[in-house]
């Protein structure tokens, strides 16, 4: 009998303890619940957690996010900021490939689906597409690389190009043996013709006598037009070309290192776009990258997502990074090809710019006019 009671006794007991640890279980799964919630309200106290919930992803245009060129630039920006803040991809940022022209509307729209508080667009082909897209969703922030969007939830990131490429032009004709330089663009456009006045500009600047072969490929994604454009302009002595051409210009790589590769005492040169091109110019023990104009888009990217995040965001408004704020610039990785004198030069012509002593160009009439001038 005192046995069956005991057994009862305990029994009632290990009951009693199982009900409590579930009460207890139950409420602490309650708490981490309502953490989760607060994770995404945005009404938060301010604290680390409500920090993270913000997130930021971009739309690439059709050059595709390893273009080696401005998507990745831009893409390599919005990883630094996820690094900074301790998110991964797919969890606080990511982006969207564009293969076409229209897919551009399409990925934005999903990207607000998943509810993305900073969108980018990267490039000026996705005007049309930032500026439908952000009317429908006005409680989202969008920003556009490389071209201006008028709307109170829209930044405009622009650079100064033409600046940067004028310094490409210093250096050109600096470098060139032949006094024959080349220029190679992705589409005939206004934001493209900014790259071209100002190198074309600063190589007159330097020597008048230069001569300058300028041609676009009709596309940034078209590698093998770039190659053939390229061998061509190396054909009739051209021995430095700048590119703006997206991933066209891999195909200007290409060409220059197929020629290298076959000839190796021939010194020609390819100065490249956006990001530091040094790798892509390299062959064995010698790299054909003279230099690149460096586009700071990464920059831009990660300062503007965290104006956004801090409720700085600054929308309706066009912000321009230029050589005076470093914005825009030349790469001195080669130092054996990027000679001191060449260097020196550049960095007085920079000075000029930011004095007001010279006002580059940035269209065809700009530097007809700037031409007659010199």
């Known amino acids: 009998m005192n046995n069956r009671k005991f057994i009862l006794l305990f029994a009632l007991l290990l009951s009693f303890g199982m009900l409590l640890a579930a009460c207890g279980g139950g409420g602490d799964s309650e708490d981490g619940n309502t953490g989760s919630d607060n994770g995404s309200d945005n009404e938060g106290n301010g604290s680390s957690e409500e920090t993270s919930d913000f997130s930021a992803a971009m739309v690439t245009d059709v050059g595709g996010v390893d273009d080696k060129s401005f998507n990745q630039s831009a893409w390599e920006g919005l990883n630094a900021w996820g690094e900074e803040h301790g998110l991964e991809q797919g969890e606080g940022f990511d982006y969207a490939q564009s293969n076409d022209d ?13 509810d993305y508080n900073m969108i980018f667009g990267i490039g000026y082909k996705l005007e049309d597409a930032i500026s439908e897209v952000s009317g429908q969703y006005p409680d989202t922030n969008f920003a556009i690389v490389d071209s201006v969007v008028e709307g109170d939830n829209i930044a405009s990131i622009t650079f100064a190009d033409h600046e940067g490429s004028f310094l490409a032009g210093v250096a050109a004709a600096h470098k060139t043996k032949t006094d024959k330089v080349g220029f190679v663009g992705g589409t005939d456009s206004d934001l493209i013709n900014k790259f071209e006045s100002g190198f074309r500009a600063g190589v007159k600047t330097v ?3 230069i001569e300058i072969d300028v041609q676009y490929a009709g596309a940034f994604d078209a590698p093998d037009d770039g190659k053939l454009i390229a061998s061509n302009m190396y054909k009739s002595d051209v021995d430095v070309i700048y590119h703006s051409s997206g991933a066209t210009g891999n195909g200007v790589f290409a060409q220059a290192k197929d020629i290298k590769n076959n000839d190796p005492e021939r010194e020609i040169w390819v100065i490249g776009v956006d990001r530091d091109q040094y ?7 010698h790299n054909v990258t003279l230099t690149s104009m460096i586009k700071r888009v990464g920059n831009s990217v990660q300062e503007v997502s965290n104006m956004a995040m801090n409720d700085e965001f600054p929308g309706g408004e066009v912000l321009e990074f230029g050589v005076e704020d470093e ?33 580059v160009p940035q269209t065809h009439d700009e530097l007809d006019e700037y031409l007659d001038s010199l």
């Open 327 to 359: 914005g825009v610039g030349l790469a001195d990785t080669h130092e054996e090809a990027y000679t001191d004198d060449i260097a020196q030069a550049v960095d007085d012509y920079k000075q000029q710019i930011i004095d007001g002593e010279i006002e």
């Open 207 to 209: 020597n008048p006598d």
């Open 102 to 114: 229209s897919d551009y509307a399409p990925n934005l729209n999903r990207l607000v689906r998943e």
């Open 279 to 285: 790798e892509e110019g390299q062959i064995g023990d």
